[in-house]
Every structure is written in structure tokens, then in C-alpha cells.
């Protein structure tokens, strides 16, 4: 669409950040908190804090579902690997290390793991190897949780099964709202797991945190626009629910997706890595599917595993309490090529996001 | 660009044609939608679009400098 280049303009870009400007308390800071990889992505390679003035700061949370994917859990995938089972992932998930090795490691010392694009390439692949065993390792946010959930319900192959490791948004935001030195103003929500969950989940916040929340798409002006609406918010003393980005997210959501959802998985506590375990934060497949539940086939369980290394500091990162560029490893232990925690390996990690952009930091 | 049982052809732009999975839509050939790793989620309204453009214009031609 034609119209596309006008959520780039960038005179409409200095006109909402004029606007932002004139409207920012003269005293007082402003801390956002978006929850989101892509955002984070937008959010730096436009350049867009340098457009804010000195009380508004946009920190990043939890917002990258690689990232937060326990080392026990990439270790599942490595043991399931070394068991002679071909593990299917999406691909930024081969680098994550695990306690002992990433799923890459195991690769090069003789495991079969293969990068799938959609979960689907993995069903294709148990179809056309029938003598193989394929486990499908589903990270992700609510964004992928569904489409995982339509091929597990869709009578999938019977030598393929799925290493569940999906975790949920909205309790995340809430963990950020109890630690208290993050002193959070106002949440930009994230607009693809919005498309898929729709507005409910977030009423909690402006209703019982007094949190002012938006929706928020991915195209620059979008951001600087939820930005503007959560700090017009903030200047008229109100926390409300607000929605920008219409065109893709309904209040309802997804009714379908979350349909699939709810039939294919059961919400559980899960552990985050870094932050730790969050109840009611991820998915696992129901007992109706437990014939594709890969812990239970080849009764994989890891229990604790080494969750951060040392030096690395992403526990603090993946809860915006540093930035990357106050890890003292950033861009010079820590590098795109040679990653030592999770966020410098996924593409929705925050160090990663600011090392491939650095020249566009203000 | 066709759709066929739960598979559509979808126009990725520059002639990059990929199947996608539109299980989790309604949608009909013409639609724009939104993919996350090879399924659409959601069905973008060009009305919406458009009309979030022209709110945006509104809204900051009303806000006091």
C-alpha cells in the first residue's frame, strides 16, 4: 500500500515529536516500557529516542520469546538431539546456549537440527522421513503459540512431536510492575500478540495499576504515536486502555486463534530466564495431545539448568533495569558473531537489536 | 492471490509469492493479511488504515502547540 510510506514519514515523525515535547511535565520523568523485540527493533533503528525529550524514556522489557526460554528447556531440545530425534526449530533458537551447548554445538557434533520457517516445514518433513523421529521445539510468544497449536490439533504425523516452550505477555508485564526500582509510567503493548489476544488481557492494567497502555504497531510512526498517547495521558492525569493500531488489532483479537489456543494448550507457571517463574505464564499441550508431547514420549524432563553465565548480565537487561550498553561485555566479550547471553543471539534481543544499530543510537 | 482449503498464495511484493497458512482467518482473495512465520493472523483493513491516517492528521492539528 501507497500509504505505508506516510507510517515512515518523517515530517510527521517531527510533528509528533514536537507535539510530545509540548505536552512532556516540565518536572518528572516519564518511563515507558514496551514488552517487544520488534518494537525495541523500530524503536532504535529510527532512531526515534533521539526525537524524545530528556524527561521521556522508552525501556524495554521481556519482549523476546528466545530469550526467555530457560536453559533447562534448550537443554531439552539438546538431550532429545543427542537421543537421535531430528529437532526442527525456528532459527534463532540454535544459538541460545544451554548449559552445556547450544542446539548448534550439538549439530556440529552430529545431531540432526534443521531451521524450519513455519512449524508446518516440520510436519512436511515427519511426513516425507517416516522412519525418522522429529520433535518441533515451539518458542514464541501468543504471536506463534496458535499456529503450533493448528498443526498439533490438524492430526499431525505420529513421529513427530512438539517441545513446548511458549510463554505468555501480559504476566510479564505485571512482574515488571512489582519490581520496584523500575518506577513504570505507561506500557506500549505489543501489537502482533495483541492481534491474537485483542485488547481484554491488558484492562488490568490502566484499571488496577493506574497504568496508562497502548497498542502499538511496528511501523515508526506508530510507536511515536502510542508514545504521544501515553504521554497526552500522562499530562491529562488519566490511565486508560487505548488502541493505534486498529487496522490489524480488533478488541477481540483473533477469536479463531485463540480458539485453537485454548483446545491445543493449558495455561502453567513457567520459568523465564533470568527473571524466573511466573505463574500463569506459559502453555503446554493438553492431555488429549499428550501422544505429541515430547517430554512425555521420551520422558525429557530438565529441571534446573545455567540460566545466566558469568559476566553476562541479560537478567537485568531483559527486564530494561540496564541498558546493553551498561553490560561491561557489550560489543566487546559479547558480539553479534560471538554471543555470550541470549540477548545478543536472538534478532528480538535488546543487546542484539542496539549492537546491529549502533550507528543509529542518538 | 488464491486460496485453496487452508493454503493461500500470498503476494509478498517484488513478485516474492509464498503458500501461507490462512487457517487462522477469514480471508478472501484481494485481502491484505498479516504472517508470523508462515501463517496469517489477522486480516488488515485498508479501510482501517486509511482512516487511522486521517485520525492521526485530526488529532494533531487539534492538539494546542
Request: aromatic share 6%; net charge negative.
Amino acid at each position: 500500500m501507497a500509504e505505508n510510506l506516510k507510517f515512515r514519514n518523517p515530517e510527521l515523525a517531527q510533528n509528533i515529536a514536537s507535539k510530545i515535547k509540548s505536552l512532556a511535565p516540565k518536572a518528572g520523568k516519564i518511563k515507558i516500557c514496551h514488552v517487544c523485540g520488534t518494537h525495541e527493533w523500530t524503536i532504535t533503528h529510527y532512531g526515534l529516542r533521539s526525537l524524545l525529550p530528556e524527561n521521556v524514556e522508552v525501556i524495554a522489557g521481556p519482549g523476546c520469546p528466545v530469550c526467555i526460554v530457560p536453559a533447562a528447556e534448550i537443554d531439552e531440545a539438546v538431550q532429545l538431539a543427542q537421543m537421535g530425534i531430528v529437532v526442527t526449530c525456528f532459527g534463532d533458537v540454535l544459538r541460545v546456549p544451554g548449559s552445556q551447548m547450544s542446539l548448534l554445538e550439538a549439530k556440529a557434533a552430529g545431531a540432526d537440527v534443521r531451521i524450519v520457517y513455519a512449524v508446518s516445514d516440520a510436519v512436511e518433513m515427519a511426513k516425507h522421513e517416516p522412519q525418522k523421529q522429529f520433535a518441533f521445539f515451539a518458542v514464541g510468544f501468543e504471536t506463534t503459540a496458535p499456529s503450533t497449536a493448528v498443526e498439533a490439533l490438524g492430526n499431525p504425523p505420529k513421529n513427530l512431536s512438539f517441545l513446548v516452550s511458549h510463554r505468555l505477555i501480559p504476566p510479564a508485564m505485571e512482574l515488571l510492575l512489582g519490581v520496584g526500582d523500575l518506577q513504570i509510567d505507561g506500557f506500549i503493548a505489543p501489537g502482533h500478540v495483541s492481534a491474537i489476544i485483542g485488547l481484554k488481557p491488558y484492562e488490568l492494567f490502566p484499571r488496577v495499576y493506574r497504568m496508562p497502555t497502548v497498542v502499538a504497531g511496528f511501523e515508526p510512526i506508530d510507536v511515536l504515536m502510542a508514545i504521544y498517547m501515553i504521554v497526552k495521558q500522562q499530562s491529562e492525569g488519566t490511565a486508560k486502555l487505548e488502541n493505534e493500531y486498529p487496522r490489524v488489532v480488533k478488541p477481540e483479537g483473533n477469536i479463531k486463534a485463540l480458539e485453537m489456543m485454548n483446545k491445543a494448550f493449558t495455561v502453567t507457571g513457567g520459568n523465564w530466564r533470568g527473571i524466573g517463574r511466573l505463574p500463569d505464564s506459559a502453555l503446554q499441550l493438553r492431555e488429549s495431545l499428550a501422544d505429541y508431547d515430547a517430554r512425555l514420549k521420551y520422558g525429557v524432563h530438565v529441571e534446573q539448568g545455567k540460566d545466566i553465565l558469568l559476566g553476562c548480565e541479560c537478567h537485568l537487561v531483559i527486564i530494561g533495569k540496564i541498558k546493553p550498553d551498561e553490560c561491561p561485555m557489550f560489543l566487546k566479550a559479547c558480539t553479534p558473531e560471538k554471543p555470550v547471553g541470549a540477548c545478543m543471539v536472538s534478532n528480538e534481543g535488546t543487546c542484539r537489536v542496539w549492537a546491529k544499530n549502533v550507528a543509529a543510537q542518538g | 492471490m488464491n486460496v485453496d482449503g487452508s493454503k493461500a498464495n500470498v503476494d509478498f511484493g517484488q513478485g516474492v509469492l509464498r503458500e501461507v497458512n490462512v487457517s487462522l482467518v477469514e480471508a478472501k482473495v484481494g485481502d491484505y493479511v498479516l504472517v508470523h512465520a508462515g501463517y496469517a493472523i489477522q486480516v488488515i483493513e485498508e479501510k482501517e488504515a486509511l482512516e487511522t491516517l486521517s485520525l492521526w492528521n485530526s488529532i494533531l492539528e487539534a492538539t494546542p502547540q
